[in-house]
């Protein structure tokens, strides 16, 4: 593969064949900005709609593993992604501007890269869901900090360095450690995959690219006030509540629309994709949100 074809995009659609629908506004907004490639991973239990077949470069089978679920299933991209270097990008994401070339050209060299922070004292991974603390985390696996940051987007390169970072993901997992590194997610036996990456990646030694909050590749939608989401204008502004009962207002180019969430303003955005393509319209009545409220920025 020449230099541009072997950088791609991969999305996971597994289990339920709405996650398809949403990975297949992603990779309308992708394509609209993007001449890289898009492949979506999907399993036997969600199928594959062939009204998608144009939108994929490549939809990929993943066999179930019976001890991994949902989320988890990102510790397994290594074996999976058709590329030497991969953007992976939650389904319920949008892309809204060709300035994802910016971080295509940073990234590109580094064996594994997210945006984040570092932490060594207090909540960590926290949400509605569950949380868990830093320090008692850097004890038991002997880190001077823990790599905190939304798993929702993640750039890794076909190298022994970043396959580490799966390797030592999945170890953590299937270790005796696992429910307190950990907790249980949003369907049975599925657990959040944040804090096993997190602790992965520190314990390889790899932080976190930390960009102004103005700068950002991925911005999230949990603990919104009021935002800008524009496709036609690249502008993408958040405007979020911290748990210190300040504000932040955050900038950048893949809009995480975590549990979908603003529904309002994710379905328009959706519909606006999906009729420029002369697809039909998201039913919006298959989709109820899972929300988790973040207790961090």
């Known amino acids: 593969m020449d230099g541009q074809q072997s950088e791609g995009y991969v999305a996971l659609a597994l289990d339920d064949r709405r996650y398809l629908d949403i990975a297949a506004n992603l990779a309308l907004s992708v394509r609209r900005f993007e001449n890289r490639p898009i492949s979506v991973i999907v399993n036997e239990k969600a199928g594959f709609n062939a009204a998608y077949e144009g939108l994929f470069d490549k939809i990929i089978m993943m066999p179930d593993n019976h001890t991994i679920a949902g989320a988890m299933n990102k510790a397994r991209l290594f074996d999976f992604t058709p590329y030497d270097r991969t953007l992976y990008v939650d389904a319920d994401c949008l892309l809204f501007s060709p300035r994802i070339e910016f971080f295509w050209r940073k990234y590109r060299g580094h064996p594994f890269a997210v945006e984040g922070h570092k932490q060594s004292t207090g909540p960590v991974f926290s949400c509605s869901l569950g949380v868990k603390d830093a320090s008692t985390l850097c004890?038991?696996?002997?880190l001077s900090f823990i790599t905190v940051f939304n798993a929702g987007v993640m750039y890794f390169e076909r190298t022994a360095a970043s396959k580490a970072v799966f390797d030592k993901v999945l170890e953590i997992y299937r270790g005796p450690q696992r429910d307190v590194v950990?907790?249980?997610?949003?369907?049975?036996?599925?657990?959040?995959?944040?804090?096993?990456?997190?602790?992965?990646?520190?314990?390889?030694?790899?932080?976190?690219?930390?960009?102004?909050?103005?700068?950002?590749?991925?911005?999230?939608?949990?603990?919104?006030?009021?935002?800008?989401?524009?496709?036609?204008?690249?502008?993408?502004?958040?405007?979020?509540?911290?748990?210190?009962?300040?504000?932040?207002?955050?900038?950048?180019?893949?809009?995480?629309?975590?549990?979908?969430?603003?529904?309002?303003?994710?379905?328009?955005?959706?519909?606006?994709?999906?009729?420029?393509?002369?697809?039909?319209?998201?039913?919006?009545?298959?989709?109820?949100?899972?929300?988790?409220?973040?207790?961090?920025?």
């Open 139 to 142: 004890k038991l696996f002997d």
């Open 182 to 297: 950990s907790y249980t997610y949003k369907h049975a036996g599925e657990y959040a995959d944040e804090p096993f990456f997190g602790v992965a990646l520190a314990a390889l030694g790899i932080a976190p690219f930390e960009p102004p909050a103005l700068q950002r590749l991925q911005v999230t939608t949990p603990n919104l006030i009021e935002a800008t989401l524009d496709i036609d204008t690249g502008d993408v502004r958040v405007l979020k509540q911290l748990p210190n009962g300040k504000t932040d207002l955050w900038s950048g180019v893949l809009c995480h629309f975590c549990g979908l969430a603003p529904m309002d303003t994710y379905f328009a955005l959706a519909d606006k994709l999906r009729a420029e393509a002369h697809l039909p319209a998201m039913n919006r009545n298959q989709f109820k949100p899972v929300v988790l409220t973040a207790t961090h920025a």
